[in-house]
């Protein structure tokens, strides 16, 4: 132990990520996620309205129900744009970055020698448009630790390639 040396660090000198130019998902994810989201409320709102429906003492409180419902609407719909527009993923020399957030920011950065397994997915409505979802797995974890939607299915794919050649180089 007499050759260990614990040199600090200058933190101003790091990379920086917030000087990364990220890539934004799909434009038609937008309506994705509007689908999505119109197909969950009319499942929800369907079966509220039954329950006002068969409940005789309660329908004087379904007008005001109403009301709060188409706010709650509008809110998910905002919240949801300002998400879209806030995520951006990028690829750098020896990492992945995912950004996403509504209100506060969050950045994921995973280096690529901490990558275990890559898929791909496309759900029903995404299928329709050409987009898919890059679900990016380390190790420790039952679920993936980025996932990135929005991205067109050839470009998802050659982003699956290239992830897989980095796990390959380092086996």
């Known amino acids: 132990m007499e050759n260990f040396t614990n040199t600090t660090i200058d933190t101003t000198q790091l990379p920086r990520f917030e000087e990364v130019q990220f890539s934004k998902l799909h434009p038609d994810y937008w309506k994705v996620m509007l689908i999505n989201t119109a197909i969950t409320f009319l499942i929800l709102g369907v079966a509220i309205g039954f329950v006002f429906y068969f ?18 609407v509008g809110l998910t ?5 300002i998400g879209f527009q806030k995520r951006g993923f990028a690829f750098r020399e020896h990492d992945v970055l995912f950004q996403s957030g509504v209100i506060a920011t969050k ?27 890059v679900e990016i797995f380390t190790a420790g974890g039952s679920s993936s630790d980025i996932e990135i939607p929005g991205i067109e299915k050839e470009q998802a794919e050659n982003i699956k390639q290239l992830l897989m050649g980095k796990i390959q180089k380092q086996l």
């Open 77 to 81: 719909i905002v919240f949801s744009r």
């Open 107 to 133: 950045t994921i950065v995973i280096p690529y020698n901490r990558v275990q397994h890559v898929a791909l997915h496309e759900g029903l409505v995404s299928r329709y448009f050409g987009l898919a979802k």
């Open 55 to 72: 409940n005789e003492g309660i329908r004087d409180f379904a007008v005001y129900f109403g009301v709060g419902f188409g706010i709650l």
